[in-house]
């Protein structure tokens, strides 16, 4: 049962953007078009998943060495070192797929998604085990493609509409963010 | 009075940071802690403060090591630098200021993944001297803090009906709370962004009408001057 309120509260509670507001560089940056959306998320969702398992073990060892302050450093070290593979693997065994996500995955270290999804993960007041941390990681990662996805397909239909000119980009997006926002506030309920 | 205009003086990279490249609604970055923190105007101060220390910081060390850094390893350069002086601050915070800590929460580490941190560090300290970089460091964060403050009193006032914590008036009766919430943070936002989108636009359509006022005029003038 719990696995099940981590996967309801990553996705539409606690949702990463709409809620919690991490990763809104990409949210604002990559949500022109349905297509790169989805590609974003995909690679984000694979990255946390990935992130949270390996950030829970070198906080394991950070504990039984005693040097917990050195967390951010070497969680930030771990993401950019796993993006770096991930890229490496991508382009090594799946031209396609690494077309698709290539010019995404660099922009992953600096998204604070997650960082921020590594940091809750080893929070003692949540007392996250390996299982829950990996399923926090992946279905967060899904709300934030449910989000950023969503938000495409409102942007794409935006482009057609007659919009005053200091509203345009950026302004209008807001906006609309929170509008989803609001509407997301009613899963509060759920758990 | 001169030097101010000086597009190359001192003066002119700090101001530069405040307005004319303002990170909040110009570049457009940093955009995770100005939402999740300008629940109040006090929460702007705090972050503003604590991310100006890590921007000045990191860009006088990223500038002093910048023609030792390889090209290809910059960007992990870079951001451990960051990460470093973010933990020392996290420390810091932790100990002496343990209510500002529980405040900031989850965004204190966070700043490690700040865009306008590694934006800078890219696109000014990489590139300039130590001193100007430090200028450059204080001028963003400064118009950082400004517009986390304006913001975060813009949503105080109108969430709470209190501003830096104290009540106006009866307003708390009167308070929408939702601006205090996720959406009122995207709302205000983008509100903001579209208010100062409207003045650059006021400014550039009055120097365009000076243009052709000029244009307008300049066969006259050149007639008379015969």
Not at chain 1, 153 to 163: C, N, T, Y
């Amino acid at each position: 049962m719990t696995y099940l309120y981590i996967i309801i509260g990553a996705i539409f509670v606690n949702n990463f953007i709409l809620a919690q507001f991490l990763g809104i560089c990409p949210f604002l940056g990559v949500s022109k078009k349905t297509d790169s959306a989805l590609g974003m998320g995909i690679a984000v969702i694979f990255v946390m998943g990935v992130a949270s398992i390996i950030t829970y073990a070198v906080n394991l060892l950070l504990v039984k060495w005693g040097v917990e302050y050195i967390q951010t450093i070497a969680f930030i070290l771990v993401i950019a070192a796993l993006v770096q593979l991930v890229e490496i693997v991508i382009k090594r065994f799946s031209p396609g797929l690494y077309n698709a996500l290539g010019v995404y995955l660099p922009l992953i270290t600096t998204n604070c998604a997650v960082l921020g999804v590594a940091i809750v993960n080893v929070t003692p007041s949540y007392g996250y085990n390996l299982i829950q941390a990996f399923l926090n990681g992946i279905f967060s990662g899904v709300g934030f493609t449910l989000a950023i996805v969503l938000m495409a397909g409102i942007r794409e239909k935006l482009v057609h509409s007659d919009i005053p000119e200091s509203f345009r980009g950026f302004p209008i997006t807001l906006v609309a963010a929170s509008i989803m926002s609001m509407a997301f506030t009613a899963f509060g309920g759920m758990i | 009075m001169k030097k101010r205009n000086n597009p190359n003086s001192k003066w002119s990279i700090v101001t530069s940071g405040i307005i004319k490249n303002n990170p909040t609604f110009r570049l457009v970055l940093g955009t995770c802690p100005t939402l999740a923190l300008t629940t109040a105007a006090m929460n702007g101060i705090y972050m503003g403060l604590a991310t100006t220390f890590v921007l000045v910081c990191s860009n006088v060390m990223i500038s002093l090591l910048r023609n030792i850094i390889p090209d290809k390893v910059r960007i992990p350069a870079y951001v451990l630098i960051i990460a470093t002086f973010v933990t020392v601050l996290d420390m810091v915070i932790e100990y002496a200021l343990p209510d500002v800590y529980e405040i900031l929460g989850l965004y204190l580490p966070l700043i490690v993944v700040n865009c306008i941190i590694l934006a800078r560090a890219e696109a000014f300290a990489s590139c300039n001297t130590i001193g100007d970089s430090a200028l450059d460091g204080l001028g963003m964060g400064i118009g950082f803090m400004l517009s986390l403050t304006l913001m975060g009193a813009i949503r105080e006032v109108i969430g709470a009906g209190t501003i830096f914590g104290a009540a106006i008036g009866n307003l708390p009766e009167y308070s929408m709370s939702v601006i205090a919430m996720a959406p009122g943070g995207f709302l205000v936002y983008g509100l903001m962004m579209a208010a100062v989108n409207q003045i650059s636009i006021r400014k550039r359509d009055k120097a365009l009408r000076e243009e052709l006022r000029i244009e307008e005029l300049k066969p006259i003038i050149i007639k008379e001057g015969k």
